[in-house]
């Protein structure tokens, strides 16, 4: 129900701009709230607008290497790359792992999530030996803090097997497709 999410989400947005001013945080999670939805809908040009936006107010109030701040990268990056635009994915991307892992550590799902979503960019590079390092380190890290049957363990799987059917090696494609799919069977 986008129409309902949206006048909730501007709703917040007034309310958070009002009582805590434009440069504040909760305002910028407002936006990125706002660009989420308005790229889930297509409309990108708002998407990019309020990613934009949050990025820029959490840059000027929290520290450079605030996991937030890796947050709105990962979502203007997301955005690019959506829209084909590759080469401005790449190091908002780098630059929001680089964060996350500084912030962080390098055993945290937030991690794991940022190397996913590079490795999936960089298999659209062509960059497949890369592509493999971080699928296989997000799922290193997924397996030891999520346990054995998580979506999110599922999906790591799923990246190295579609990886390896990309590279041609059905072999090796196979036991991570058959786990993936194990898994969300099991759970959903």
């Known amino acids: 129900d986008y129409r309902t999410a949206h006048a909730i989400y501007e709703r917040a947005f007034e309310i958070t701009q009002r009582v805590l001013g434009t440069y504040h945080p909760e305002t910028a999670t407002s936006l990125n709230n706002l660009a989420v939805l308005f790229k889930i809908q297509g409309q990108y040009d708002y998407a990019r607008l309020f990613c934009e936006q949050a990025l820029a107010i959490r840059e000027q109030v929290l520290e450079p290497q605030h996991p937030d701040i890796a947050t709105s990268l990962n979502n203007l990056a997301s955005l690019d790359q959506s829209q084909g635009n590759f080469s401005e994915a790449l190091p908002n991307y780098r630059r929001a792992l680089a964060i996350r892992e500084h912030s962080l550590g390098s055993f945290h799902p937030d991690t794991a999530t940022s190397m996913n979503n590079l490795g999936l960019l960089l298999k659209d590079l062509g960059d497949y030996e890369e592509a493999q390092r971080l699928y296989e380190r997000a799922l290193v890290i997924r397996e030891h803090v999520l346990g054995t049957n ?39």
């Open 150 to 188: 998580h979506l999110d363990i599922a999906q790591s799987l799923n990246n190295l097997g579609a990886l390896y059917l990309r590279k041609g090696d059905r072999g090796k494609a196979r036991p991570y497709l058959e786990r993936a799919f194990a898994i969300r069977e099991k759970v959903l």
